[in-house]
């Protein structure tokens, strides 16, 4: 059987990580696509023991 070839490129997935706004604390990691616009989420932040925002930081 002949295998396909994929024509175009593949986006490289970086690693972004989730800093508290309020304490400072990189509580999460993700991978993901490039690009795109920042992540503002609401997390929990096991300090605070609360929900609070995490903005989106590269390392």
Request: proline share 2%; glycine share 8%.
């Amino acid at each position: 059987m002949a295998k396909k070839k994929s024509g175009g490129k593949k986006k490289k997935l970086e690693v972004i990580h989730l800093v508290c706004e309020e304490t400072g604390d990189y509580n999460y990691t993700l991978r993901r696509k490039s690009g795109g616009e920042k992540l503002k989420l609401k997390k929990y932040s096991p300090r605070l023991r609360k929900h609070t925002i995490h903005n989106e930081k590269k390392k």
